[in-house]
């Protein structure tokens, strides 16, 4: 298909071998058999070291065999030392976490010390990191209050209560025991077939574990506060992604949960600490037809730019990935085939998503990556493979979105497993590049030539006193005709958190006329005369110190 008329066409190239990202994800054996060796990794990006460019967190998994000592695999930092290049420093900043079967991270400063904690999903515990500073870490994990025995997967921090501290939220996938999993094969789950073939089981036919929500004592510690929350403390989601999104525009954080084989969950926060769940009465629950699908990943954002945050979910294979349009008053409406986005993605499975504006013409274009979690698929025919390519939409306007995957430049020629996915301004060229987790491979950086033709600005919000990231915050950015809102999140797509920074694509505007700056706790800021082409700093106003 050719190039989407009106826009620069833009390539993609995976520079990660060059760059030195160099760590080979584990995921269980080569040959799968079990589903903790199928849902796989996430990617999270931040300025550990606070040097001014964006560094990469790689969590890493592991296997059911022991290893012999020192063949352990281990996550991995590494720095960005600029000009396309990284160096892994693992080990001097402490998060290696040799042993455990991590799944997803996501970077936040729980404690408001200025310096960038992290924290890792997995399999029986989770870890916290609490940052010490120039890019060094301590596992905190045993004093914070966090506690878990189950499979955690995605988690996203966000100031739920409006008190001014990170709060977090876990999602939880299924009650497994690792020592006894049910295997394909006669006398195995009805869920251990797919399409007549025998397959890796689950998740149906297994228990479902209850997602966690924490709230933040302020003391560097957490409280388990899922009881007593609203939201659902019976095993009967399947939890993958989630994300905290103002949905209805209320001022607080509402939370959405992807859910694998299991209808999706929608948390409306009442902005005192209480949740209802109103996924289907919302229409974010289920598809037009009214069937739940096998939610993976999730991001909000606004691709048609009314000011409301839309809903992205990825999919399984031979159903589709769904695009929900926010409506207004907390309510959805499956846009999926009428935007172009559904039939496209019937063939392929995916994970990691995300809206990015990747040719800065305004609009914010979509992101899938993808692959499979039967790796002898490939050998059934059955009209899906294990490697799959992973997928870009331009933004046409108008609620269209033209798949362009094939003019994207030689990293959308590749064929991977692709689970995690992570966008933000590697290179700090104006314009988003992607880094992307393989299955059993080391994971593709793919570097945006050509996306900052048109100009940009961008931004980097630090909070006065808590929520020192201003998780949460709203920007609207107006150049023109063009009225552009993002949202800052802290977890989102699969397993992954984003650049903090916001960076907005200007078209054909060469200048911006007004900015305003929405804080987390209401205090709203307005910009102007501000140069583009360029990151800005922004502090929120402090009115205490005043």
């Known amino acids: ?172 996938y299924v009650d497994y025991d690792a020592s006894s999993p049910p295997l394909p094969g006669p006398g195995s789950l009805k869920n251990c077939f797919y399409k007549g073939a025998p397959v890796i089981c689950g998740p149906g036919g297994l228990q ?97 730019n009314d000011g409301r945050p839309d809903l992205i979910v990825t999919n399984f ?33 995916g994970w990691g998503v995300g809206f990015l504006d990747y040719d800065n013409d305004g609009r914010q274009d979509l992101f899938i990556a993808n692959g499979h979690v039967f790796p002898n698929i490939d050998d059934r025919h059955l009209g899906t493979t294990w490697k799959q390519h992973n997928q870009l939409f331009h933004n046409e306007g108008g609620g269209r979105f033209l798949e362009v995957t094939s003019q994207a430049g030689p990293a959308f020629e590749e064929l991977h497993s692709a689970r995690g996915a992570a966008f933000g301004d590697i290179d700090d060229d104006g314009d988003v590049d992607i880094v992307v987790n393989n299955i059993d491979e080391p994971p593709a950086l793919l570097r945006n030539d050509g996306g900052n033709a048109a100009h940009w600005i961008g931004f980097r919000l630090f909070g006065a006193r808590r929520n020192r990231n201003a998780v949460g915050a709203r920007v609207t950015v107006s150049a023109g005709l063009l009225r552009q809102t993002r949202e800052i999140h802290a977890g989102s797509s699969h397993n992954s958190s984003n650049d903090p920074r916001l960076l907005f694509g200007l078209g054909s505007s060469t200048r911006v006329d007004r900015v305003e700056i929405r804080w987390p706790l209401g205090r709203t800021q307005v910009l102007t005369d501000l140069p583009i082409d360029r990151y800005h700093i922004v502090h929120e106003p402090d009115k205490e110190a005043q």
């Not at 905290?244 to 209320?250: A, F, M, R, V, Y």
């Not at 009442?270 to 699908?293: C, L, N, Y």
């Not at 990935?321 to 019937?346: E, Q, W, Y």
């Open 1 to 172: 298909m050719p190039p989407a008329p009106g826009h620069s066409p833009v390539r993609f190239v995976n520079v990660a071998r060059d760059a030195g990202l160099t760590l080979r994800n584990v995921s269980g054996e080569v040959q799968k058999t079990t589903i903790d060796e199928t849902v796989g990794n996430g990617i999270c990006l931040y300025d550990v070291d606070d040097d001014g460019a964006i560094d990469i967190f790689i969590p890493n998994g592991s296997r059911g065999r022991p290893y012999p000592p020192g063949e352990a695999p281990r996550s991995a930092l590494y720095r960005n030392k600029g000009g396309g290049a990284f160096e892994d420093i693992t080990e001097r900043a402490g998060v290696a976490s040799i042993g455990y079967w991590a799944q997803g991270c996501v970077f936040g400063d729980y404690d408001d010390d200025g310096k960038i904690d992290l924290f890792l999903t997995g399999f029986g515990r989770y870890i916290l990191y609490r940052g010490l500073g120039g890019g060094r870490f301590r596992d905190v994990t045993a004093s914070s209050g966090l506690k878990s025995r189950g499979w955690s997967t995605g988690a996203a921090f966000g100031d739920y209560d409006g008190d001014g501290r990170l709060d977090l939220y876990v999602s939880h």
């Open 208 to 304: 479902p574990s209850i997602g966690r929500l924490f709230h933040n004592e302020g003391n560097g510690t957490f409280r388990d506060v899922t009881q007593g929350s609203g939201l659902v403390i019976r095993p009967t989601g399947y939890g993958l992604g989630v994300v905290w999104s103002d949905l209805d525009l209320d001022g607080d954080l509402d939370l959405f949960v992807a859910n694998d084989t299991t209808p999706n969950w929608l948390y409306r926060n009442d902005g005192h600490g209480r949740f209802t769940e109103v996924g289907a009465m919302s229409g974010a629950a289920f598809t037009e037809e009214g069937r739940a699908q096998s939610g993976m990943g999730v991001d909000a954002g606004d691709y048609d």
């Open 317 to 349: 294979s031979h159903d589709y990935s769904t695009l929900r349009h926010n409506d207004g008053g907390m309510m959805f409406t499956d846009v999926s085939i009428p935007s172009g986005i559904g039939l496209a993605t019937m063939p392929t499975l």
